[in-house]
């Protein structure tokens, strides 16, 4: 599949998962909603690569890896960011986000001796910046002792969703099964926050309501097994550094959603941030 069309999509379908998130906090413990969120995709990306003839079966080592990707990009990642957004808002969580892409830079280039790219560093600034202008109402005034917990928690899931890309890129670069292996990071990611919230004295929650069922589906088809894979094939592509530029262009796909559905009304800051963010892109991505 064309480089751009694996952009476009992780774009799209991320940015269109921020709203279904927001249906599953205070319904559900956040562990066990990734947990389920992650079983549920696993198990469908694993069928689609049996059917396909594709699933493939890997070493002791190569499983080794596959846990520590799943544990930081299916697992820790999204059970932080679940709980950063009981203290801050959608735009405080966006920006913060950013930071992934010169995570990426920084221990890319001490852990494998990835080039730095400085059309990757310049586009990212330029794409930052604009994420600001975007969200600059809804960024002033926000700092609070809880609001700093929260930025605590988002930054933090930022660094394990960096390390996890990395290890992403590095099975990658060895050949492993697109469609396994990202089966077994999905699964080994809900089986690490399915232990970790029984060892925090987490019991297993579901809610059979058709708000929770619904943005479950959601999350687990769209969110994790054309997106996800979607990403792991672009990282494939292009590297990790550059696919994290999705993290700074799905928050205007989010905010075109609610143009459509819940009346957002663009200011000239918010239109000037998305032609930066276009422009930061165009920098990044050229060769």
């Not at 010169?102 to 994420?131: D, E, H, K, T």
């Not at 999705?246 to 941030?273: H, K, R």
Request: proline letters at 2%; a neutral charge; glycine letters at 10%.
């Amino acid at each position: 599949m064309p480089t751009a069309v694996l952009f476009i999509v992780c774009s799209f379908v991320w940015g269109s998962t921020w709203y279904a998130i927001t249906l599953q906090l205070g319904v559900v413990d956040p562990l066990w909603s990734v947990c389920y969120r992650f079983l549920l995709a696993a198990f469908l990306t694993a069928l689609i690569s049996l059917i396909l003839g594709k699933f493939e079966r890997y070493s002791t080592q190569q499983h080794l890896r596959l846990m520590l990707q799943g544990a930081c990009l299916c697992g820790i990642y999204y059970w932080l960011i679940y709980l950063s957004e009981h203290h801050i808002t959608s735009a405080l969580s966006a920006l913060i986000s950013t930071s992934e892409l010169y995570m990426m830079v920084i221990f890319g280039r001490i852990w494998f001796g990835n080039p730095v790219r400085q059309q990757v560093i310049a586009g990212g600034l330029l794409g930052s910046a604009g994420v600001m202008l975007i969200f600059l109402p809804e960024l002033q005034g926000v700092v609070g002792s809880s609001t700093l917990n929260g930025m605590g928690l988002a930054f933090s899931g930022c660094v394990f969703f960096s390390l996890g890309s990395l290890i992403c890129e590095k099975n990658e670069r060895d050949g492993m099964g697109l469609l396994s292996s990202a089966a077994y990071t999905m699964l080994y990611g809900s089986l690490l926050v399915a232990a970790l919230a029984l060892v925090l004295g987490i019991s297993p929650d579901f809610v059979w309501s058709a708000q929770y069922i619904g943005s479950l589906v959601y999350l687990s088809i769209f969110g994790s097994v054309v997106a996800m894979v979607s990403y792991m094939a672009l990282i494939r592509a292009i590297g990790a550094d550059r696919a994290a530029y999705v993290d700074i262009v799905y928050p205007v796909i989010a905010l075109m959603i609610s143009t459509l559905f819940e009346g957002y009304v663009w200011a000239f800051s918010a239109v000037a941030g998305v032609l930066m963010i276009m422009f930061g892109n165009y920098i990044a991505m050229r060769k």
